[in-house]
């Protein structure tokens, strides 16, 4: 039975039904998506399962925005389409691989039997074999070793008659050595002395530049000292009275903004007293306006007829009234703007 390999709707397909499986496919899975069919649309012949996993990860380099999840969720989908289409032929094709699985482990088996027993043979052949070697070996080292023997003797008697030689040569050699060395160390002792006291007289000298050079030092340091010193209470000085104008500038400030806010204070206390006055006298004019109009005539006078377009002098006066209470409130806005723009 032959894998049929997915097509381009099938793979299509398998994407969009997880997308939506939710309700609603995001914006990068929206985005993906368009990708990985221009992807699909520019393969050119089957889609094998390795070009559909190529065509993928060539898609995630382009839209680098979806998640990992949703990547990985995505090959899953496609991968189990692939196996859902092809279930019998990969059915069929895993229990043949395990046949010839079986098939193959047998065979090895028994080869593996095969070569133990070749091996064993081999083995016993080269064992025998290796003791006959051994055997010649030991005879042929035990006439080496008699033979090693006696030349070790001989040059050991050799080696005793040059070593007293030797001995005798070096007892010679170390007398004349150790006469030239108490020479050396004689001369190197008189050079010593020399070097010693021409050291002392040269660390004297040092010495004494050395304290010389402390002297001077100290009393360049104290000169220094000193002018540090001047400097830093001329500095401390200089600070204390920039300290001190500051204060004095600070206070006189101060003063100056108390003086103002009084004085915008006293202003605004005037306009709030005039105002008030003006409402006083408003209201004094139009209490006199309707006690006028409540007082009884005296006498009965003759009243002639008013001309057609005349206008009655009751309907004049309250207009009058209320043409002033508007300007006397407009003014008292203006006031009330004006005094806290003082105050600010």
Do not use: C
């Amino acid at each position: 039975m032959d894998i049929e390999e997915l097509n381009l709707t099938e793979i299509l397909t398998a994407l969009q039904d997880f997308m939506t499986q939710d309700g609603a496919i995001s914006l990068e899975q929206r985005e993906f998506y368009k990708a990985f069919r221009t992807e699909l649309n520019g393969h050119e012949g089957e889609f094998l399962i390795e070009d559909v996993e190529r065509l993928l990860i060539a898609t995630r380099v382009q839209v680098d925005s979806i998640s990992d999840e949703d990547f990985s969720k995505m090959g899953e989908a496609i991968l189990t389409r692939y196996t859902n289409k092809n279930a019998d032929a990969i059915n069929e094709r895993i229990r043949q691989l395990a046949a010839a699985e079986a098939a193959k482990r047998a065979a090895a088996e028994a080869a593996r039997k095969e070569e133990e027993a070749r091996k064993a043979e081999e083995d016993r052949i080269a064992e025998e074999e290796r003791l006959a070697e051994e055997a010649r070996l030991a005879e042929e080292e035990r006439l080496a070793e008699e033979e090693r023997l006696a030349e070790e003797a001989r040059l050991a008697e050799e080696e005793r008659l040059a070593e007293e030689a030797r001995l005798a040569e070096e007892a010679r050699l170390a007398e004349e050595a150790r006469l030239a060395e108490e020479a050396r160390l004689a001369a190197e002792a008189q050079s010593a002395e020399e070097a010693r006291l021409a050291e002392e007289a040269r660390l004297a000298e040092e010495a004494r530049l050395a304290e010389e050079a402390r002297l001077a030092e100290e009393a360049r340091l104290a000169a220094e000292a000193q002018s540090a010193e001047e400097a830093r209470l001329a500095e401390e000085a200089r600070l204390a009275e920039e300290a001190r104008l500051a204060e004095q500038a600070r206070l006189a400030e101060e003063a100056r903004l108390a003086e103002e806010a009084r004085l915008a204070e006293q202003a605004r206390l005037a306009e709030q007293a005039r105002i008030e006055a003006e409402l006083a006298a408003g209201e004094a004019e139009k209490q006199a306006y309707w006690d006028a109009q409540s007082e009884p005539a005296p006498e009965d006078k003759i009243v002639p007829d008013l001309p057609a377009q005349a206008t009655p002098l009751d309907a004049k006066k309250p207009s009058s009234l209320l043409s002033k209470i508007i300007l006397v409130g407009g003014i008292l806005a203006g006031l009330g703007a004006a005094a806290s723009f003082f105050v600010l």
